[in-house]
C-alpha cells in the first residue's frame, strides 16, 4: 500500500481551524494493488495544468449562489452572481421554510433574464408513484418561463425529466453523495448535465473527476459539513411520524426520504440533545456541525477544472447572501485576470452552523 499526501508549490497543504471555519486540510490519495501506480499517474497527468494560469475565454467558471427569498436572489445577481438556485414551495428538502411560490419563482425568472442571467430550481425530494405525473405536468410549465436547470436528488425524476423535458438542463444534487469519477460517471450515464460535489474533496480528487467525465462540475466551496451526508437524513422521519397530507388536491409534494415529516427537515440534529446519568441530566450538546470555506484554495479548484462554484446557503438573510457572494466573486474576478493574491477564507457568523443550509 502506497499513501501519496498532495502538495502544492507553497508546500504541503495543513488543517488549518479558525472561528469554526475549515480553510484547507491535506490531501492522501491511497493507491492499492497492481493498480496504484497507474492509477497515481492518471491522477497527476489530470492534475498537471496546476499553475498554468487562469483559463481560456472559451471556458467561464460560474458563480452560484443561493435564493431563499426574492430579495436574497435579487442580492445575489447585484452582487455578481451568474445564476442562483431556488426552492418552489413542496419541492425541495427544506419544506416549507425558504421557498418561494410560483409567482416569486417566475419573478426571479424574469429578473435573471433581464441581466442574462439564470435560474435553477431546487428539486431534490423523492416523490412517490402517485406524484410523480403531476410533478412533471407542473415542471413543464415552469420550464417554459425561462427557467435554466433542475437540482434532482431522485434517480427515476432524473430519468423521467431527460425523457419528457429533453432541453431543461438537470443537475445531480449534493445529496446524491457523489464522491469520485465512476460516481460522476454514473450520473452523466442516466443524463445528468452537471454533478454538485461538496467542498471537502481536495483540488487532485476534483482534476481526475474532470479528466474522465464530460458533465459540468459544481463544487459546493462554501457550506456547512454535517455529522450525516447531506440529503441521506432519516431524523425527521424517525421523530416525527406525522402523516402525509390527505387534501386533494394536495397543496404541496409530499414525496420525500422523509415521509414522515412530509418532506419536511426539523433540524432534529441542531436541536440540544440531553445526557442522562440514572435519568439524571449531566450534559447538554449539540451535535457537530461547521463552515466550510475553500476560498483561500479557489485557485487551484478553478485549475483542476471545476465549472460552478456554488455557494450553500437558502436560509440566509439578503444582507448576508450579498457579502459572501461578492466575495467569491472578488476572488473569481481577480483570478480571472491573472492575479495570484492571497484570499481569506469568507466567513459567515457562527449562528449559521445553527441556522444550517
Known amino acids: 500500500m502506497t499513501a501519496v499526501t498532495g502538495a502544492s508549490d507553497a508546500g504541503h497543504r495543513t488543517l488549518i481551524r479558525a472561528g469554526g471555519i475549515i480553510c484547507s486540510r491535506p490531501a492522501v490519495y491511497v493507491c492499492c494493488g497492481p493498480g496504484a501506480i497507474s ?88 416523490p412517490g408513484t402517485p406524484e410523480r405525473k403531476r410533478l ?27 425523457r419528457n423535458l429533453p432541453e431543461l438542463a438537470i443537475t445531480v444534487s449534493i445529496g446524491c453523495g457523489a464522491l469520485n469519477a465512476d ?82 427537515c426539523f433540524r432534529i440534529c441542531q436541536q440540544p440533545w440531553k445526557l442522562l446519568r440514572d435519568g439524571v441530566e449531566v450534559d447538554n450538546r449539540v451535535l457537530p456541525s461547521r463552515q466550510i470555506s475553500r476560498l483561500a484554495e479557489l485557485g487551484e479548484f478553478l485549475e483542476a477544472g471545476i465549472d460552478v462554484i456554488k455557494i450553500q446557503g437558502r436560509s440566509l438573510s439578503p444582507e448576508m447572501v450579498g457579502t459572501l457572494t461578492g466575495r467569491y466573486r472578488s476572488a473569481l474576478d481577480a483570478w480571472n485576470r491573472g492575479s495570484r493574491l492571497d484570499w481569506d477564507a469568507a466567513s459567515l457568523p457562527p449562528m449559521w452552523t445553527v441556522q444550517g443550509r
Not at 61 to 81: I, K, Q, W, Y
Not at 185 to 192: E, M, V
Not at 251 to 259: A, C
Open 183 to 264: 460516481d460522476v460517471l454514473f450520473y452523466q450515464d442516466l443524463g445528468a448535465s452537471a454533478v454538485v460535489l461538496p467542498g471537502y474533496l481536495e483540488p487532485l480528487e476534483v482534476a481526475a473527476i474532470k479528466g474522465r467525465s464530460s458533465v459540468a462540475i459544481e463544487l459546493m466551496l462554501h457550506m456547512v459539513e454535517e455529522f450525516a451526508q447531506l440529503g441521506k437524513c432519516w431524523m425527521p422521519s424517525y421523530y416525527h411520524f406525522a402523516a402525509a397530507e390527505r387534501i386533494q388536491p394536495p397543496p404541496r409534494l409530499d414525496g420525500s426520504v422523509k415521509r414522515g415529516g412530509v418532506g419536511t
Open 39 to 126: 492509477g497515481l499517474a492518471t491522477t497527476l497527468t489530470a492534475y498537471s495544468h496546476v499553475a498554468a494560469g487562469p483559463p481560456s475565454a472559451e471556458r467561464r467558471t460560474t458563480l452560484l449562489a443561493p435564493g431563499g427569498s426574492v430579495e436574497a436572489a435579487a442580492s445575489a445577481f447585484e452582487a455578481g452572481a451568474d445564476a442562483v438556485y431556488i426552492g418552489l414551495k413542496g419541492w425541495s428538502r427544506g419544506g416549507a421554510r425558504n421557498e418561494l411560490d410560483r409567482g416569486q419563482l417566475q419573478e426571479c425568472i424574469e429578473r435573471a433574464q433581464g441581466l442574462g442571467k439564470k435560474v435553477q430550481l431546487a428539486l431534490n425530494i423523492i
Open 136 to 162: 412533471l405536468h407542473e415542471l413543464g410549465e415552469v420550464a417554459a418561463w425561462g427557467l435554466h436547470a433542475v437540482i434532482v436528488n431522485d434517480l427515476g425524476v432524473l430519468r423521467d425529466i431527460r
